[in-house]
Structure formats: C-alpha cells, structure tokens
C-alpha cells in the first residue's frame, strides 16, 4: 500500500455536506485497518491506505461524488519513507 486518500473532518463537518455519510463509513475503515489517525483533535485528519494511486483516486471520487464530501476535504497522497 503505498498511497492513502487523507480526509480532514473538520472541512468536511463546516461544509455540513457527506458528514453523516462519513461517520457511518469510518467505521468500517477503522475495523479494516486501513484508517490511520494521522492528527487528533476534536475531528481528526485521517488517511486511508490504498493499494496505489488509481484504487486511491477511486475512493477520493466516491467519497465526493457519492458521499457528498467537499473536494477540499479529501487528497490523494503517497506514502514517503515508508510511513503511512
């Protein structure tokens, strides 16, 4: 797995658009392991492992399109050095 889709609650809860949608969805993230909590706080900044830039693209475009979060609320990245 070496890049992630990086999703900051707190945009995604102003927008006040996808973020019920989210919190069901989380849940299964976080029990697949594939969530990691990259900055705690009251809403968290968190990053899904994905296999490689197209299956991480895909869930970006699902989770704007069908969970209606806002575009500025969710980033594909690459895993550097190993870190998640």
């Given at each position: 797995?070496?890049?992630?889709?990086?999703?900051?609650?707190?945009?995604?809860?102003?927008?006040?658009?996808?973020?019920?949608?989210?919190?069901?969805?989380?849940?299964?993230?976080?029990?697949?392991?594939?969530?990691?909590?990259?900055?705690?706080?009251?809403l968290?900044?968190?990053?899904?492992?994905?296999?490689?830039?197209?299956?991480?693209?895909?869930?970006?475009?699902?989770?704007?399109?069908?969970?209606?979060?806002?575009?500025?609320a969710?980033?594909?990245?690459?895993?550097?050095?190993?870190?998640?």
């Amino acid at each position: 797995m070496n890049h992630y889709v990086e999703l900051d609650e707190c945009k995604a809860w102003a927008a006040q658009r996808g973020f019920a949608w989210w919190l069901a969805y989380r849940r299964r993230f976080e029990t697949s392991g594939k969530l990691t909590v990259v900055k705690s706080g009251w809403l968290d900044v968190v990053r899904i492992s994905a296999a490689d830039a197209e299956e991480a693209e895909f869930m970006r475009g699902h989770m704007v399109s069908s969970g209606g979060l806002p575009r500025t609320a969710v980033k594909v990245g690459r895993v550097r050095g190993g870190d998640a």
